[in-house]
């Protein structure tokens, strides 16, 4: 599959439809990489990928945890979750916005 958005910026991404069952909203797909918008409930009840996972933090702040470490977080962060770690964004701001991006094959 091609990528379906060339250029997309922050405020476009909240336009883009959320799939049903979905929290976030596809914004490319290739084959091998995948970027998704992404803001999280709260709670945020994410369960762990079949794939390495990018983040990167546009709007808001809080903590992120990872396999049971918090990390605090703000915009223009760059967070990981590595294929199958347990994950969370926790105690983050209502406005809290970030790119997702998946790398490797499910």
């Known amino acids: ?8 910026t ?3 991404a909240d336009a883009l439809p959320l799939p049903p069952g979905r ?3 596809q914004a490319l797909n290739s084959p091998g990489l995948e970027a998704r918008w992404y803001r999280p409930p709260n709670p945020d ?5 079949d794939r390495d996972e990018v983040y990167v ?11 049971g470490v918090r990390v605090p977080f703000g915009p223009g962060d760059l967070l990981f979750a590595a294929k199958g770690d347990t994950h969370r964004f926790v105690d983050h701001s209502p406005d809290t916005s970030v790119w997702v991006v998946f ?4």
């Open 57 to 67: 933090v546009v709007r808001g702040a809080g903590a992120f945890e990872r396999e």
């Open 103 to 106: 790398g490797g094959k499910s």
């Open 45 to 49: 009840t994410q369960k762990p990928h």
């Open 10 to 12: 922050a405020d476009e």
């Open 23 to 25: 929290f976030s909203a």
């Open 1 to 8: 599959m091609t990528p379906l958005l060339t250029r997309v």
